[in-house]
């Protein structure tokens, strides 16, 4: 069921108003219960806003002025992505958005022609491949569980969804993993202070261009969480929960586990999508095609 | 007046035919003095144009079959087969290529116990038709097969000047290409097999001379593989048009849209049959290896076999058989070995550097995702086939055009040398990244069909591992054609532009080629009105498209990524320029490192190949053995029927 017209356009302005602040948020909270494991006070709960604002008070300096063009498409297309999933839009052109916008990322890191940007690039690409297969496989699950691939449809579905789909919610969760740039697969640029490679893919973004990435990234946070939110959407506070617990979760794996190499991360991302996504997704099929036709 | 029409459009028809073999024979025969230039440009315009008419006068007609006398042209086609067969073997035994002899002989053996045995009885009423799908085939081959022909003008000149070792044999070359595309709309047009495969013999043919066209060992070599290749689905094409008229003395199945209505137990192991004959001519997996040799034939020639001839051939006439392989085993199968043809091309691709062989391995991959729809075969799944065929078409043929180009001016086909091309040439550098868009980026064609094809075969038999095919193939190919793009945008410092010395024409083609493929992009939903819903309906009974809504935010998106480049130029106080981060050791606006001992370095970055995970030999060589165990499983069981 595709929702009113009208209706959507409101959903998709509240999601573009709403979900940078609520990403910050997140954002902030994700620092002080970082610190707190590790031991440390931690910034305050709104730092994010104040390094954002910082940002955009700075001057504008880039390696390449192409780099602006990719920078703000990288953010046009993600609050698109996320735009379209909140006003119940369709979940496989969610997703194609959701690629294009990193794609835009990339380029702009293979752009800068540096060493470290290079490599970011190259190791974000073979994250995106790595996750990729797993959420198109996530997607197609909800359509064998509510019949629909609009995000309208399936979260008004009375069905518990996460009881259908226990292994694709697992597979779900690297995804996340990787998404939220958390460890063990934080290849391509981490929120830690330093990596190996400086700061990957958004080394040579500086100024008001790492203030769009990083609002990028707040609505991507909106837009992940939100996918997790549809597993549970038969029973809101129970969503809710969830969000809470697989977040909490993602926090702990990123302070208990060390940096992976790309073969690792993109063995086990397709390991598990090729195992637990498409059995999971396989039992269902031959229960829905095949015993009740 | 009723049935005016009619006879326009086979006037269409036979023009489209026997023009291009007109303009073929004048340009081999023309003198040196002769400025053939002209003949090219008039005769591809001639072509291009004609297509046009066609679709505006045919679009809204459905099914026509024509009835044209057969007698005096099956006699001139068995003369023609039967003088290539010669030439063939004398070539072969030349060359010491024994495979491909043997190849020669039992196909020519076939059709002379074909028209001994059952032709001398049969005369056919209805030899030509025209569908929807024929004008798809007939724009795709008239367009974009024209628009290379003109670019091979330029294209050829500069080849002869970069390569004086080559024998200059430009006339039988320009001879050779026009036949081909008369072939292409022969096979297109023709409902009487037999006809069919004489143009598909035809297209095996031309392709040879083409590939083999420097006369080097390597491209002799390689001319025979394709050579070799193709004859052994045209040896299993004749098969089946003996089989089919052993069973039906009256030959009235041998019309082609009488065949695929004759129901399951008859049609279905020439079905089998012949759609193994396309997956030869589509290079799906046992048969890739001759598409990937091709490309030592001059880019143009690639342009050609992979985008609108050829290689379209062969899904072609799998999907005139969709409808009978649907719901089989035998259609099951044929759809996995190009599922994991997909799959596999699209991780090969990623460990190559070359770029013509990753185009090369898109292409396998891409038909090989046609093919999977074809084999399956249920109306949307037809649907979204036509669809990948359209947009294949145009993007690839641009990619292949933009590729040439550079390598005729930067001396190089590898994708390492085109960093930076963005500055060097950054008309072109626009053109290859549009051309790329189109073949994997949302709101671009191929990612539509990737789209549809997920939703069509969540309902189709076995369609999941479909699905999982699509999801892991169509991951691998947004990283090769990533970290491509990423190469030709790199902001390289202090590169000077080579884009000059192109001549016009080869602009003109470019420009229109890059302007099709945002175009059909944006009318593809018109596309798919006119022409493609009209002929699964008129197949199926039954008819799919995109929801409207969908379509809407498509071309939102479209729209939107045309136009923010712009934003660009509204970024308002000039940014400042700063050289790269490197560590804090920048020299020489850090296009240099400075090593130990105040060694200066330049910077070179390389992308990556992944050759422990994507590598070909060990891929290949699953591919091929899967592949042809599928098959065999295929040809086992129409045994089986047969017995």
């Known amino acids: ?293 | 007046m009723e049935g005016g029409y009619l006879v326009q459009i086979i006037q269409l028809l036979l023009f489209l035919i026997l023009f291009p073999l007109i303009s073929a024979i004048v340009l081999l025969f023309a003198g040196k003095s002769f400025d053939t230039s002209w003949i090219v440009k008039i005769s591809a315009l001639g072509i291009g144009a004609v297509s046009l008419y066609l679709l505006a006068v045919g679009f809204d007609k459905g099914l026509i079959t024509y009835a044209v006398s057969s007698g005096p042209v099956d006699l001139v086609m068995i003369i023609i087969e039967l003088v290539i067969a010669v030439y063939l073997l004398y070539l072969g035994i030349r060359h010491k290529k024994y495979s491909a002899v043997i190849l020669v002989l039992v196909q020519a053996a076939l059709i002379l116990w074909f028209e001994m045995t059952y032709g001398r009885h049969i005369e056919l009423s209805y030899n030509l038709f025209f569908d929807q799908l024929s004008i798809i085939m007939a724009l795709i081959v008239g367009i974009i097969g024209s628009l290379i022909c003109v670019y091979s003008l330029g294209y050829m000149e500069t080849y002869h000047q970069h390569h004086p070792e080559i024998k200059d044999r430009r006339r039988m070359f320009f001879f050779l290409l026009f036949a081909f595309l008369s072939a292409m709309f022969g096979l297109v047009f023709s409902n009487n097999l037999v006809w069919i495969l004489f143009f598909w013999e035809i297209t095996t043919f031309c392709s040879f001379v083409l590939i083999g066209y420097s006369q080097t060992e390597e491209a002799t070599n390689n001319a025979f593989l394709a050579l070799s290749m193709n004859l052994l689905g045209g040896v299993a094409f004749a098969a089946a048009l003996i089989y089919i008229a052993a069973m039906d003395p009256s030959g009235r199945l041998l019309e082609l849209n009488t065949l695929i209505h004759s129901g399951y137990v008859f049609a279905i192991i020439p079905a089998v049959l012949i759609s193994f004959a396309g997956l030869t001519k589509a290079a799906q997996l046992p048969f890739s290896s001759w598409l990937l040799g091709a490309m030592v034939a001059p880019t143009p020639v690639s342009a050609l076999l992979h985008s609108s001839t050829m290689v379209k051939a062969g899904v072609y006439i799998i999907l005139r058989f969709a409808p009978v392989l649907t719901g089989t085993t035998e259609g099951l199968m044929i759809a996995l070995v190009g599922g994991i043809t997909f799959l596999l091309a699209s991780c090969m691709a990623i460990s190559q550097s070359n770029a013509k062989r990753v185009l090369a391995y898109s292409t396998i991959g891409n038909l090989g995702l046609i093919v999977a729809c074809a084999g399956v075969g249920t109306y949307n799944l037809m649907w979204v086939a036509i669809l990948l065929m359209i947009f294949h078409a145009v993007a690839k043929s641009l990619l292949f055009l933009c590729v040439g180009t550079v390598e005729n001016r930067i001396g190089s086909r590898d994708i390492e040398d085109m960093g930076g091309l963005i500055e060097r040439m950054p008309k072109l550098a626009v053109m290859m990244f549009i051309g790329m868009a189109g073949m994997f980026l949302a709101p671009f064609g191929m990612i539509i069909s990737k789209w549809a094809a997920i939703e069509a075969f969540i309902t189709a038999p076995f369609g999941l591992v479909f699905i999982v095919i699509l999801a892991f193939g169509g991951s691998a190919s947004l990283f090769f054609w990533c970290k491509w793009m990423g190469k030709i945008i790199s902001v390289m410092r202090h590169q000077e532009n080579l884009e000059t010395g192109i001549r016009p024409e080869k602009w003109a083609v470019l420009y229109i080629l890059t302007g099709l493929v945002v175009i059909v992009a944006l009318i593809f939903p018109l596309i798919s009105s006119a022409l493609i819903e009209p002929f699964v309906m008129q197949i199926y009974g039954e008819t799919t498209r995109l929801a409207q809504a969908n379509i809407t935010i498509m071309l939102l998106m479209l729209g939107l990524l045309i136009i923010m480049p712009f934003s660009m130029l509204f970024t308002g106080k000039a940014p400042r320029m700063a050289p790269p981060y490197m560590g804090g050791m920048t020299t020489e606006g850090g296009m240099k490192y400075t090593g130990s001992m105040g060694i200066s370095h330049d910077l070179v970055l390389s992308n990556y190949y992944l050759k422990n995970y994507f590598g070909e030999e060990k891929l290949f060589m699953t591919g091929t053995l899967v592949c042809w165990g599928l098959i065999l499983i295929a040809l086992i069981m129409i045994v089986g029927v047969i017995l």
Request: charged share 10%.
């Open chain 1, 1 to 293: 069921m595709i929702p009113e017209p009208y209706e959507a356009i409101v959903k998709a302005i509240i999601y573009l108003l709403l979900a940078p602040v609520l990403g910050g948020l997140i954002a902030g909270i994700d620092r002080k219960v970082t610190a707190r494991m590790q031991g440390r006070v931690g910034p305050p709960l709104l730092q994010p806003f104040y390094d954002v604002g910082k940002f955009f008070e700075k001057e504008n300096l880039v390696v390449t002025t192409t780099q602006n063009f990719y920078a703000l498409s990288y953010l046009v297309f993600m609050a698109v992505a996320g735009a379209l999933f909140f006003s119940g839009g369709d979940m496989l052109l969610v997703i194609f958005a959701f690629t294009l916008s990193h794609i835009f990322l990339v380029l702009g890191a293979y752009a800068a022609f540096s060493p470290y940007s290079h490599i970011g690039a190259e190791r974000e690409l073979i994250q995106i491949i790595a996750y990729e297969p797993m959420i198109i496989l996530t997607a197609v699950g909800m359509y064998m569980v509510t019949k629909s691939f609009y995000v309208g449809s399936i979260v008004q579905s009375t069905t518990p969804i996460i009881l259908y789909l226990p292994g694709v919610f697992i597979g779900y969760l690297i995804v996340l993993t990787i998404k939220l740039r958390k460890s063990p697969f934080d290849l391509s640029t981490s929120h830690h202070a330093h990596q190996e490679i400086v700061k990957g893919v958004t080394t040579d973004f500086a100024g008001p261009n790492l203030g769009r990435i990083e609002i990028a990234h707040w609505y991507e946070y909106v837009f992940l969480l939100g996918v997790v939110y549809l597993f549970f959407a038969w029973n809101p506070f129970i969503a809710i929960a969830a969000i809470i617990i697989a977040y909490f979760l993602e926090i702990l794996i990123d302070n208990t586990t060390s940096r992976v190499k790309w073969q690792m991360t993109l063995r086990s991302a397709w390991l598990v999508a090729g195992t637990l996504g498409v059995i999971n997704l396989g039992v269902l099929y031959y229960l829905r095609m095949v015993v009740v036709p």
